[in-house]
Each structure stands twice: as structure tokens, then as C-alpha cells.
């Protein structure tokens, strides 16, 4: 008898003493697993039982099996609805099953008891014991065992949970920090560059490592076209999926909602099949000023899951980001391409007024004065003025089409031709004819030139010209007869191989030889009228015996009293030789 | 070490290439370690070892980089393992998800004997 009380006191001791070690373990750990494969295997060793199993409250009435000993692997983590509000131990063969899943997993198990786990009075886990080895039943002591053991878990587990919440709720912490982070790092490197390729690389950069995706698609809407940017992940062509947005139905929907997922309503709308091809799930709208100014196309997440909401505002952000850093380097580009072209005005207007003679040649018989007025910085006229052997003179007036730094070195081509084939005296419809063969080969087709050039012979006192459809230069006889200057052929680079006509007329003391740009015939007033030919030809017929720098001054007030007020539209050049008075 | 600066340098053992990376990796910088890695590609290394002993900081643009070749380098027979993280590096690679999809080592020669074992 009396052994028997000491054998019981020695088990009682025992208890107390795995109770204890327990209690402090337990205390001493915010670990949860730890703490309940110690809570099992204290219990199992203790009494010997070969399944332990423990069910934590995972949010209402869900217990989830946190921790099983002695039971087929692949149990963590099932869920259970337990509707038994458990308050002390229960044999499980005592239980009311209703047949639910809880129940039903306990018996199929062949567990034998369950034990509540409580802390401020919530039943915040469940302990389940299977059989013990040696004998069936537990005892009430035993039972008493369990409970203790549970009680003094409950703090510790609910102290884990507590701490794993937290740990949850710092983890969400430093990703928004981490978030904020790179959205305060983009917005300084956006800032930081205006090079609009730099601005959308980055930007997909960010993305992809932020919400782990590995595709990515930025594209841009220059003058209402899509452009592909970037193109990040395998096997994606730019060309299909530009042809895909080029649609003005599919950019007011990206219009009117940041963020769509490709699929449903807008694909069946607008079948964007080459973008779905390509892997691209979500579509986020890059606006500015109710504008649809590019687009970010993004793959799933690696991990597979779909963006959370924070995510899709993240990306929001990132967009609206991006769009103000692409709006002002685009303000940039422009002004720069500004610049550069203005650059560009100021050489071809430089090579344009190198182009014209600084001085003429003197030649006894001659007099000659010019003037060229271009308007808007470059025009397309031109004129030279040749001095040959034997006191000969050629002199060229030309337009060319188009203006700035293509047509002045169209013009500079034109120049040195001419000179070339003048010097070598070749007869001047063939000049003509040779610079149409070369202006014609060198040239884009909308470049043409209208040209006049003639030779005036000292010894003959003739005129020989080619006329290419410039504006007829009149030659105005001492006793006020003139005649037009017309004859050659179409102007210069429409046609290859034109044969082009020349013509001689006799020259006169006294005659004046008056060569123009449309400049001068076709300035307007201010009702819109053309100077036009008349006015000209009276002009010189008032100033007839006037030196050839009079009568270029003359005619240009003139003009410039017709057309007072008026902005002019073209370049103005005038070149007047006069044969002197013998 | 300003913190504009970045280096990368490259070291082959056999087909294995290590990108040591220094400094600040951020939205500045990603475009230099993108070029170190394509590279690589562009010579057909695709088992990569990048070293971040010497990394400082690392940004979402940074992780960009390792996003956006990742699957072209497995498609290849390759990948692209990470070894040497201070601890506030693998903090930002742990809270954006990347342990789960990139190997990390503790010492660079593990991470490169680990292709020679796989």
C-alpha cells in the first residue's frame, strides 16, 4: 500500500517536474513551433501516446493543425471548422459529432481525447492525443496532466501568436517602407534625367524587381502612334503589339481606367492578341493633361499570384511618375531640335551668303548691281556673276526649292558647276543641259531649281541665254522697247537628259538687262495684289538712263513702297547689268 | 564610397562568369549591371554568380535587372546564383519575394560548385 502512495507520489513528481522544465521552455521561446513540439512531445512522452496533434485558432472558428506527431506527413496547415465550444478535456468517443469535418478527422484518426488550449478565456488552440501504448484508458490524472501541461502553453502560445502578428504586421511595415522607398528613389532618378530611353528604362526596372515580374512592355505615343520602348522578356516583337494599340477605340478605353487586366470585356472588345501572345496581363495608362500618353505592359508575377491592390496602386503611382518625367523631356527634346535647327538656319544662311559674289567683275563695257533680300533667315535664291576671257560675262540667276541647309548646298552644287563648265567656255544650252543631268542625279525628286543663265560676248555685243524656267529677265532697249527673256527649256532636276534651247539676241549701248526672283514680282499689299510685271517694267522705263545701282534701288523701293506694311513671304533678288553709253 | 557609384567586375572560372558588384545598385545605376550581364549573354555565359560582398544597397531597379534576364538565362541552361548578402541586402531581396525564386550562398566558390554539381 504505502509503495504503491510512494510510486504515485514519485509519478506525481515526475509530472511536476516535465511540467515545470516544460514551463520554462515554453516561456523562454516565442518560437510556435517550437513551443508546441515541445507541448506534444512532453505530453506523448510523458504518457506515452503515439499521436499528438495541435489545432491554433487561425481566425474565427478555423483551427489549423500547427503541429502533428505520429500522423502521415502533409497535415501542417489543414484547416478545420470546430463548432464545439471546448471548455475542458472530452473523451472523443463522448463528443456530439454532427458529422463535421473536425470530428470526423479526429475518429478517422482513432484519437482518443481532446484538451482545450485557453488564454483569457478564448480558446485559442486544441490539443488531440491518439492511444497509449500500454493501456487505453487515461486516467483522470492523467487527463489533469494534460491540462496543466495545456494551461501553462496557452500564455506562451498565445504570446507566439502575438509575436508572429506582429512579425506579420512589421514585414507589411518595411514593404510599404520599401515601396515609398522606390517610389521616392524613381521619382529623384525620373527628375534627375531627361532622357526620355533612360526615363522608361528605369522605369521598367523598378517594376520588374519590386513586384517580381520578368515582362515588361513600355510604350510611348508619338504623334498618336504607339512605340514601343522597352521590351523586356523573351520572345516579344515591338511591331505586333504597336499594330495591336493603334487603335483610337482601344486608346479611350486606356483613357478612361489606369489599370486594366488584360482579359475579359477590353480583350473580347479589342482582341489585343498579340499582347496576350507575349504574356503581357496587365495594362497600366500613362496620362497627362486627359491624354493617353503611353502605356506600361506587365507579365504576371513570377510567383504567379495577381497584384494585390497596394501593388496596383504602387503601379498607378509609378505611372503618373513616369508620364510628368517623359512630358518634360520631351519639352526638352523639343526645344533642343529647336536650337539645333535654328543652328542649322544660321550655316545655311552662312554658306548661302558666301555663295553670293562679294564684288563683280569691272569690265569696261559693263556695269552691274544686285541685291538679295532673303526673308526668314535662308532663302533659295541665288545669283553669280561669271567674268571669262575676252572681257566676256556670264551671270546666273537661280531659285532653289525648299529652303535652309539642303537648299544651300543644292545651291553651292549649282555654283560651282556652273563655273566649272562656264570657264571652259562650253556653249550655254549644254551648261545648262550638263548641271540638269547632274542636279537630276544628286537630288531627291521634290528638288528643283528654276534657272536662268547667259553669256554677254564684249566682242559680239550679243547676249546668249538658257532660260529653265526661272522668271523671264527682261532686257529693256534705250528706246523703250523690251522683250522677255524665255526661251531654254523646264526647269532644272524634274527631267533627266532634257535638251534645252538657247537663243542670242543683240546688245545695245545702253540697254538694261534686269534679272529677278518671284520675290520681287510676286510681293503683295495689302489688298493682296501682286507687284507683278507691270509695275516692274514701269520702273525701269521711268528710270531708263539711270546707273544699274539707281535703277536696283529704284525698283526695290518700289516694291517695298507697294507692299509697305506687309510681311513678305519670299527672298527678293534683283540683278540689273546695264551696257554703258558709248 | 559616393553614393552615384557602382562597379562590376568580371571573373571566369571555366563557364562559370562571377560578377563582383560594389557600391549602389539603384535606379541610377541598373543600366551598367545591365550591360555587364548582357554582356555575358551575348557571349553565351549564362551560368552567372553574382557577388555582393561588396554591394551597399540595393534598389527595386536593381532587382530589375535580375527579373528581367533571369528567364532567358534559365531557357539556356543556365542561371544566375547569388552569394555573399549583407544583411540589409537580403532584407530587401526577402521582403520583395526573391529568395523563393534565386539561389543565395553564403560564400561565392559554393555558388559556383553548385553548377558543377547540378
Redesign the interface.
Known sequence: MENTEFENLKIRYLELTSLFETNKILNASLDLRAILNNLLLTSMGRLMIGQGVVFIRDEKSLYKIAAAKGFSPGRLGQTFFVETALETPLYISEMPCKGDQFCQFLKENNLQIVVPIISNGRLIGILGFGKKFIQSDYKPEEIDFLQSLADSAAIAVDKSLLFDELKKTNRKLDKKIQELNTLFEISRELNATLEIQKIVNVLSFTIMGELLINKCLIILYEKGLPKVKVIRGVGMKPEPVEENLNNPEVQYDFLQKPVHQLGGKILSKHGLSALREAGIEYLVSMTAKNELKGLIGIGRKITGEELSETELGFLETLANDAVNAIENGRMVEQMLEKQRMEEELKIARDIQQRLLPDSFPQLEWIEIAAVNHSCHHVGGDSYDCIALDSGDLGISIADVSGKSTPAALLMANLQASLRALAIERKPVHECVGRINHLIYQNTASDKYITFFYGELSALKKTLTYTNAGHNAPILFHRDGRYRFLQTGGIILGMMNHVAYEEETVPLNSGDVLVLYTDGITEALNAHEEEFGEERLIQVIKENRTASAQEMVDRIIAAVESFSEGMDQADDMTLIVVRLKEI | MDQNQFEVTRQDHDDVSVLAIKGFL???T??EF?FAIQELLQNNRYKMVVDFQELNYI??????????F???VR?NGGDIKLAQMNEKVF??FD????P??YEIYKSRNEAIQKFRTT
Open positions: 539603384d535606379a541610377h541598373a543600366p545591365e534598389s527595386s531597379a536593381g532587382l530589375g535587372v535580375f527579373m528581367g533571369i528567364e532567358e531557357k532584407k530587401i521582403l520583395l519575394g526573391f523563393n525564386l
